[in-house]
């Protein structure tokens, strides 16, 4: 074997600019002395019986069960809902229940509702004008809140309550023992809200031909969830962070218009009551599509259907098992298309209802969408359980188990931009993703936005670049710089409860979908995150997972420990910020360079003296010697060191041919407060490139700076850190080497002059 032969080693230094934050855009992020590796028990509550340090449910992990019996009624006349509830609690907990507590949502539009009293009025002039004026100031307050008429027993008996604005609290007769239950029954009726004028998650439009179309959500009080982590989930609904709810058994009788068509949570039980015969053959046909929607209802027959009203009824009945909640969309304007699509060997119904003020648009994608939305998600998580997911076309975008609305519109002529169309394709995706989480999934919306929002935005990223590999999500890890790197005081950290965050869609949308996309893509790889989050998708379906519950999981599932991630990423605002400080090539060679030769030159040094030394100086940026390089040492020579070696020690050494030629000690600086993998990009003399990536941990023992030395074959011309903007650094000036030198607007101006 071929030993190396002594060699010069030049050493040149290469500085780069030490990364300068511009202070209007990004405030400086100090450095603090806590180990960013630390474990997070400090943060996590202790492991239980209910909730193991797994983060599965552990063997006395327990949740209640709600069942209803409802008879709806809509009056279309006056834009009234009037209901009748029949509701069966079972306690499940090993707890004694004095009372129970149920939500009323439609409480925040009552006439004494604190939810405008606790918004802020911008006075800004004359509210920026005679219009922004008169919307703040002369609109008729609406009165939308539930009027309770009864609250009995099952006996009949009147049963004591008491309202505190969206929350009621039902005073039961006697405590109630683990293991019973507790049947009672309201009455109740509200007026519909329009949520074009009005806003809100639910309620009617009004169409200038004199038809409505509705989709109707919160309609009816519901019980909160009671669980062995927050005792009553009853935070006030403010009309921002959602809800949280029980799964059970639903039966419901909807009564609506004769001409009225209507889809609704659960599965229909008297089609034949309710469908022509000719919509049944229809229906049975797209049974048998898996590639086309086939109409139920056809925009012809739907326009016709605008051109009367008719005085009679129908009453439509669901059934729904193991739903957390309800909801349904009705009017006679709606065409109706389904198509079936196979989930690992089971036919679910992808369906769609909307006016022809969708079309072309709809037609063309919305019910398409759900079937990718269907097939893309159960891939990630697990195979969709329901017999069907509906999406309807309303000026939202709103989730609920089975049925969403979603928005949409193009022109008046039919004519829509790309835009639009993206925009209703991400729509569809997320709300139907929401079957997943938290429909499924059942996750404390009113505590965690994150865990049902951020997640189901991040598995919404994946199946629309399935749809449309070219599609703009939005929720990239590069998509949050702006966010991240913005003023501090309007930011909050992502474990924050909705209500009371400045950016309420990056902080529960983007950037937990942004952090989980970096972590199957840069830090774990697709095979442990798919494997992981899989793993938390289903131990936790039709069950309230915590926070705890999914770090917990994704960290067991895969052997990775990610607490400094979740630390970092969910628990602060510290955001990305990695450049290179300083490099340093060293040239190894048999033969003395003109770079030595020039050193040795200007420190009066004969070279034939540095035989089997290292000749070490320092090279300006330009590329020239500086006249007062002065940095020239003595090293042990290498042939010396190889002599020194034993025989067993020498045959580990490489030959001529296997030793780098090149040596490039790179220094590394954070000046952000994440520590993150450093992804380079590296680019040799001859063009090729090649990518390395360090892992996080890297940062373990310096967060400020670390050096690595690149050992090539080949001369590198250049260095860039996270090329591919993987990370969300906030400032790319120091991300390579050469530095960047970005020619000013002025220069560009004289450029194109000189031109």
Not at 137 to 161: A, C, P, Y
Not at 409 to 432: A, C, F, Q, W
Not at 587 to 611: I, Q, V
């Amino acid at each position: 074997m071929k030993k190396l032969k002594y060699y010069f080693l030049s050493v040149v230094f290469i500085s780069t600019s030490i990364f300068a934050q511009n202070q209007e855009k990004v405030k400086p992020q100090g450095h603090t002395d806590q180990n960013k590796f630390r474990q997070m028990k400090d943060v996590l509550p202790t492991p239980s019986n209910t909730r193991t340090a797994s983060g599965a449910p552990g063997h006395e992990y327990t949740q209640q069960k709600v069942d209803y019996i409802m008879d709806i009624r809509l009056d279309e006349s006056k834009n009234q809902i009037f209901g009748n509830e029949k509701i069966t609690y079972h306690n499940n907990s090993k707890d004694y229940l004095e009372y129970l507590w149920i939500q009323l949502d439609q409480n925040m539009r009552a006439k004494d509702s604190k939810t405008p009293d606790v918004k802020s009025d911008n006075f800004n002039g004359a509210f920026n004008g005679p219009v922004s004026f008169a919307k703040a100031n002369l609109k008729k307050r609406f009165d939308g809140g539930f009027n309770i008429e009864e609250v009995k027993n099952s006996d009949g008996s009147d049963l004591s309550f008491m309202i505190n604005r969206t929350m009621m609290r039902i005073n039961l007769p006697k405590a109630l023992a683990p293991g019973d239950t507790f049947k009672f029954q309201i009455k109740w009726w509200y007026n519909v809200n329009n949520h074009i004028i009005e806003g809100g998650r639910s309620g009617y439009e009004a169409f200038p031909d004199g038809n409505n179309t509705y989709v109707i959500a919160q309609f009816y009080p519901r019980l909160c969830v009671y669980d062995n982590v927050e005792g009553w989930q009853n935070m006030q609904f403010w009309g921002r962070s959602e809800f949280a709810l029980e799964f059970g058994d639903f039966d419901v009788k909807l009564t609506v218009p004769a001409d009225h068509k209507l889809e609704a949570t659960g599965v229909l039980q008297n089609e034949k009551d309710v469908l022509t015969k000719q919509q049944l053959k229809r229906f049975e046909q797209a049974k048998k599509s898996f590639k086309d929607p086939v109409f139920i209802v056809t925009q012809e027959e739907a326009e016709k259907a605008e051109k009367v009203r008719s005085t009679k009824t129908k009453t439509w009945h669901f059934r729904a098992k193991n739903v957390r909640d309800f909801a349904f969309a009705t009017s006679r304007k709606f065409l109706w298309d389904a198509m079936a699509v196979d989930i690992n060997g089971r036919s679910v119904m992808a369906i769609s209802l909307y006016s022809k003020e969708g079309n072309p648009l709809w037609e063309e994608h919305s019910t398409r969408v759900v079937a990718n939305t269907l097939e893309e998600y159960s891939k990630l998580t697990f195979d969709y359980p329901y017999n069907k997911a509906v999406s309807v076309h309303a000026q939202m975008g709103m989730e609920y188990p089975m049925i969403c609305f979603n928005y949409g519109r193009p022109n008046p002529d039919g004519t829509y931009s790309e835009r639009l169309k993206r925009g209703m394709i991400g729509v569809i995706t997320h709300e139907v993703g929401h079957n997943f989480f938290p429909m499924i999934v059942n996750s404390d919306e009113r505590q965690w936005t994150w865990m049902d929002e951020g997640l189901n935005s991040f598995v919404e990223t994946l199946a629309e670049l399935d749809y449309d590999p070219n599609f703009f999500t939005g929720n990239l890890p590069k998509d949050m710089v702006t966010y991240m790197g913005g003023d501090q005081s309007y930011i909050s950290p992502i474990m924050s409860q909705g209500d009371y965050v400045h950016q309420f869609g990056p902080n529960a949308y983007a950037k937990p979908a942004a952090g989980l996309y970096m972590l199957r893509h840069t830090i774990m790889g697709p095979e442990l995150f798919d494997y992981a989050f899989r793993t938390y998708s289903k131990r936790w379906m039709f069950k309230h997972p915590t926070p705890a519950d999914f770090f917990r999981t994704m960290e067991d599932a895969s052997a990775m420990d990610l607490d400094w991630f979740w630390r970092g990423w969910f628990y602060t605002t510290d955001y990305t910020d990695i450049g290179v400080k300083q490099v340093k090539s060293y040239y190894l060679t048999d033969k003395p360079t003109d770079k030595a030769k020039e050193a040795a030159k200007l420190n009066n040094l004969n070279l034939d003296d540095y035989k089997g030394k290292l000749v070490y100086y320092a090279e300006a940026e330009e590329g020239k010697v500086p006249e007062n390089a002065k940095n020239v040492s003595d090293f042990t020579a290498i042939n010396d060191y190889l002599n020194s070696l034993s025989d067993e020690e020498k045959k580990a050494q490489m030959t001529d041919a296997e030793a780098p030629k090149y040596f490039y000690e790179v220094t590394f600086e954070k000046p952000g407060g994440l520590v993150m993998p450093i992804i380079l990009e590296l680019t040799y003399a001859d063009g090729t490139k090649e990518r390395k990536t360090y892992p996080a941990q890297i940062w373990r023992y310096n967060e400020h700076e670390v050096k690595k030395v690149l050992r090539t074959q080949k001369a590198i011309t250049n260095i860039v850190v996270d090329p591919d903007l993987e990370t969300a650094d906030v400032d790319l000036s120091n991300n390579s080497w050469p530095k960047k030198v970005e020619q000013s607007d002025f220069d560009q101006f004289k450029d194109k002059v000189k031109g």
